[in-house]
């Protein structure tokens, strides 16, 4: 991951650390091998067959299994990457591709919370996401590349 912005010095003080999914992050990492399994099964189902079009049908769709098995696995490594640290004036978001976005509390207009209750025949779970809507001019945005 890169290092955080030579700006994060200026937010003040370190309030609190949010950091990622592991939820999600855990289901896309459990579903990479399935997905990879059931798309080699295709590949060796293709390779097996006597006719062209069934050949090429299933080797087809194996690959196409395949790639979404690399996907899961790099979303869930985007999953991972993706946090937030809240300093006295302002916060840093960290982006899934490890990038980073610095914005002052003075700059941030508005705040949406969206709680949702999960309920389940085990419990109950609670999540929060917020939209920020910030002045973005010249200047008052940092990110980092």
């Given at each position: 991951?890169?290092?955080l912005p030579?700006?994060?010095?200026?937010?003040?003080?370190?309030?609190?650390?949010?950091?990622p999914?592991?939820?999600?992050?855990?289901?896309?990492l459990y579903?990479?091998?399935?997905?990879?399994?059931?798309?080699?099964?295709?590949?060796?189902?293709g390779?097996?067959?006597?006719?062209?079009?069934?050949?090429?049908?299933?080797?087809g769709?194996?690959?196409?299994?395949l790639?979404?098995?690399?996907g899961?696995?790099l979303?869930?490594q985007?999953?991972?990457?993706?946090?937030?640290?809240?300093?006295a004036?302002?916060?840093?978001f960290?982006?899934?591709?490890?990038?980073?976005?610095l914005?002052?509390?003075?700059?941030?207009?508005?705040?949406?919370?969206?709680?949702n209750?999960?309920?389940?025949?085990?419990g109950r779970?609670?999540?929060?996401?917020?939209?920020?809507?910030?002045?973005?001019?010249a200047?008052q945005?940092?990110?980092?590349?």
């Amino acid at each position: 991951m890169e290092p955080l912005p030579a700006e994060t010095s200026q937010l003040g003080e370190l309030r609190a650390e949010y950091g990622p999914n592991r939820a999600n992050a855990k289901l896309f990492l459990y579903f990479t091998p399935i997905v990879v399994l059931i798309g080699l099964a295709f590949l060796l189902l293709g390779s097996g067959s006597t006719y062209l079009s069934d050949r090429l049908a299933f080797m087809g769709a194996g690959a196409l299994i395949l790639f979404s098995g690399a996907g899961l696995f790099l979303a869930y490594q985007g999953q991972l990457r993706m946090q937030v640290q809240v300093y006295a004036d302002g916060f840093v978001f960290t982006n899934w591709r490890a990038q980073h976005t610095l914005l002052r509390w003075q700059d941030v207009v508005e705040v949406y919370e969206i709680i949702n209750e999960h309920r389940t025949g085990s419990g109950r779970s609670t999540s929060w996401t917020y939209t920020v809507l910030a002045l973005w001019t010249a200047g008052q945005a940092q990110h980092g590349h």
